[in-house]
């Protein structure tokens, strides 16, 4: 790794952190975490998805195209860089832009043109095997290139003057710029959000020809550079679900809204709200987003910079605005609702008669537009108490013509992700956090003689499913059994030489101090017959 040193480590004592936004989850958090996706998964194959995995990073363009290039997630947040190039290209693209060149000694000049065509050549390579990307600037340069070569190689073969050496170092300055700009990597991006990459992975799965709608749901952390603060992280966690297929059916909508809220009541995660909107598609948002354009002109001195920028590049994103003094002004402002062409205003009706027959709960919030740009119609979320102001559980819609915008088939798609941390947050806010499993047996072995017995009653314990500590090396009796205390451990067995005479053993429940003499044969069916308890 060029740039930092081994002995530079060494001499000076350096304290390493988690990158800012970024954190561990320890035990036993982690058991409450993976208990929350292991419910998820239960709850969403119930409902008949299946799970996708899918790459932490994609082609920086899969973003910009699908969320869009205005939105914050792309233009302000997104964790982009560029692959890096092969190395054999990189290598030969740093010996031309540095080549010393003599026009008045023709061998550096048939150097550098061979150089260069070598370069071509592997540039080419890079191209059809999809490693350098084929954008314009990229095919662009590769042509001049190819002609500033041909230039050089005819100004090599005239007699040499004065003029002619001036134009060899001109030609050359510029193949040393043109290689300069390529990009030999290809921009990618540390995904922000997981339903770009469904979409892209139904593309190139030709998912469309599969039976019935795709019912697909996803687990991982995503990449946002935001500020970080309480329920808001750099490196989060998504559980999201996607159903992608022919129909937009709004009781597909409904379907998805019933399984999210099955899932956060299976969690304990009740004291919640579900807000809903349509916000129209592409016969009638453009003529809404125009008049509310104009409106918001006309309020544009009273507002604040970021909802002034807005105005231009996404007018709708101003009714997301939380800034007080602005939320009268807003609320003066044209509603989506009164605008709806007759289809979507259809398809937002039978969804509230499809919710109302699943009894779900929820408000109509005429100003959830979301922050990305491929929703269409449905528009939902969920907020959770406990949170301040990252109150968002869940966030989710509609995104019809999204797959086609990508490349793919006409397509309709609806789905969701739940903040794995922000809902995590708001369980344990709640008290509602269960007691998950822990240590349920502490082996107290003493005695070199009756360390192998405790070797084979743990693996047998260990066996049947119950978690157990055995510790590696003899302790004082008192002191291991206050270990077995401070891990938090159910029963300690006590094993001493004796024991292992009598094969009886002593069970002890740490928290009330009962103890049980229990033959080997016993030791396991009474743990287990306690466990059910
Ligand atoms: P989103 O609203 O951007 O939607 O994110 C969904 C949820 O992810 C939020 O409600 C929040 O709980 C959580 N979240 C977002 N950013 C952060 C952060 N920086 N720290 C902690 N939690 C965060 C989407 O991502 C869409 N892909 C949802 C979707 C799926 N729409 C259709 N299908």
Not at 187 to 204: D, F, G, K, M
Not at 276 to 283: E, L
Not at 436 to 463: D, E
Request: hydrophobic residues 35%; aromatic residues 8%; glycine residues 8%.
């Amino acid at each position: 790794m060029s740039g930092f040193s081994r002995r530079g480590q060494m001499s000076e004592r350096k304290q390493f952190r988690a990158i800012k936004g970024t954190r561990d989850i320890l035990p036993p958090d982690s058991a409450l975490w993976n208990w929350f996706e292991h419910t998820a998964r239960e709850v969403f194959e119930s409902y008949n998805f299946g799970e996708i995995r899918l790459p932490a990073f994609e082609q920086a363009e899969l973003f910009y195209r699908s969320i869009g290039g205005e939105t914050d997630v792309v233009s302000k947040e997104m964790y982009y860089f560029q692959d890096k190039a092969i190395p054999e290209l990189e290598v030969l693209r740093e010996q031309i832009r540095y080549a010393t060149i003599l026009p008045s000694v023709p061998q550096t000049v048939d150097h550098f043109v061979r150089e260069l065509r070598k370069f071509r050549q592997l540039l080419d390579a890079g191209f059809a095997a999809g490693e350098v990307p084929k954008h314009d600037l990229n095919v662009g340069t590769s042509q001049n290139l190819e002609s500033e070569a041909n230039q050089l190689q005819e100004l090599q073969s005239v007699e040499s003057s004065a003029r002619n050496n001036d134009m060899i170092s001109f030609v050359a300055s510029q193949i040393k710029r043109h290689v300069g700009i390529l990009h030999l990597g290809e921009p990618l991006a540390l995904r922000p959000e997981a339903t770009a990459s469904v979409c892209r992975a139904y593309i190139e799965h030709n998912m469309q020809a599969f039976p019935g709608n795709q019912k697909l749901y996803y687990i991982g952390p995503m990449f946002r550079r935001e500020r970080p603060q309480k329920g808001r992280y750099r490196q989060f966690y998504q559980i999201g679900a996607e159903v992608l297929g022919q129909s937009d059916a709004p009781a597909i909508d409904a379907e998805v809204l019933e399984m999210l809220l099955v899932f956060f009541n299976r969690v304990g995660l009740t004291r919640t709200t579900l807000y809903v909107n349509s916000i129209g598609d592409k016969n009638c948002r453009p003529q809404y987003v125009e008049l509310l354009r104009n409106e918001l002109r006309r309020v544009k001195d009273r507002l604040k910079e970021d909802s002034q920028r807005r105005i231009e590049t996404n007018p709708l994103r101003v009714l997301d605005s939380k800034i007080p003094e602005e939320q009268p002004i807003i609320e003066t402002l044209p509603r989506i609702s009164d605008y709806l062409c007759d289809e979507c205003r259809a398809h937002f009706a039978k969804l509230k008669e499809e919710l109302n027959l699943r009894r779900i709960d929820y408000k109509e919030n005429w100003r959830l537009v979301r922050g990305l740009d491929y929703y269409t119609r449905t528009t939902f979320e969920v907020t959770a108490e406990g949170l301040g102001s990252q109150n968002a559980v869940c966030g989710g819609g509609r995104y019809d013509g999204l797959v086609e915008l990508l490349g793919g088939a006409p397509t309709k798609g609806i789905g969701f992700a739940i903040g794995t941390d922000r809902s995590i947050l708001s369980i344990e806010e709640s008290g509602n956090a269960p007691k998950l499993g822990g240590l349920a047996v502490y082996i107290a072995w003493m005695g070199q003689a009756s360390y192998p017995t405790a070797v084979s009653i743990a693996r047998k314990l260990r066996s049947a499913g119950l978690s157990v500590e055995l510790p590696p090396e003899e302790m004082k009796f008192k002191k291991s059994l206050g270990l077995a205390d401070k891990l938090g451990a159910r029963y300690a067995l006590i094993i001493g030489e004796d024991e292992v005479a009598s094969r009886t053993f002593t069970l002890k429940r740490l928290a009330d101090g009962d103890q049980k003499k229990l033959a080997e044969g016993e030791l396991l069916e009474y743990l287990e017959s306690e466990r059910r308890r």
